[in-house]
Structures are given as C-alpha cells and as structure tokens.
Nanobody, 121 residues
Framework: QVQLVESGGGLVQAGGSLRLSCAAS????????MGWYRQAPGKQRELVAT???????NYADSVKGRFSISRDNAKNTVYLQMNSLKPEDTAVYSC???????????????WGQGTQVTVSS
C-alpha cells in the first residue's frame, strides 16, 4: 500500500506565501510524475502543477510565475512553493503520484487527503 500525506496548508493574507509538502510512503518501487491539484467549493478539481522524476515541470496558466513545484526523490516528497497568493487560490490542495509498487507492476495513481489553503483579501 502507498500513502501520500500533505502538509503546510493554512490561512494566509493575499500577497503572502505558503509551502506545501507531500510525502509518499509505503510499498514503493518507483515514482514517475508527481503533481498538485486543487478544488475550490462548487468547482471541479483542476491541475496546478506537475513534475516528472527527471525534473520536467508543468504549470497551470493561472499559477505560472507565482508557484514553483519541486521534488526530493530520495525522500519521495513533492513540494509546492506558493508566492503572491490571491483569494482565488483558496482551495483544498491535493497531491498525487504515479507509483509502481514493484518492477513488473503497472503505474497507478495515488492521492493524498488534501490540505486547505485559504487566502484572505
């Protein structure tokens, strides 16, 4: 079994910063892409950023220039540095990871429980 646990969410004033982290643990052979998603009340979940095992990143247009995704492969951890936060960034942020639990297993996507980020105006 694989677990992803997010941390770092909270309440911050507009213009402020937060850093989210997500650590994967359990039966892990390899992790490919890791990413961050968010879901605001009444809206569907949207992709925020992804990072491949080799370091290639991808960002939603709404966060480019403000957010930065990174990872520590030795710790099976992905981070999301969020700067210049806006009220519209308020959402539950969840991490996910494509994981192989053994050499011959398929890639499977796992999700964390989410962490609340609230940005006040």
């Amino acid at each position: 079994q694989v677990q992803l646990v997010e941390s770092g969410g909270g309440l911050v004033q507009a213009g402020g910063s937060l850093r989210l982290s997500c650590a994967a643990s359990g039966t892990i052979f390899s992790i490919n892409v890791m990413g961050w998603y968010r879901q605001a009340p009444g809206k569907q979940r949207e992709l925020v950023a992804t990072i491949a095992s080799g370091g290639t990143t991808n960002y939603a247009d709404s966060v480019k220039g403000r957010f930065s995704i990174s990872r520590d492969n030795a710790k099976n951890t992905v981070y999301l540095q969020m700067n210049s936060l806006k009220p519209e960034d308020t959402a539950v942020y969840s991490c996910n990871a494509d994981v192989k639990i053994s050499l011959l297993s398929v890639w499977s996507k796992y999700w964390g429980q989410g962490t609340q980020v609230t940005v006040s105006s």
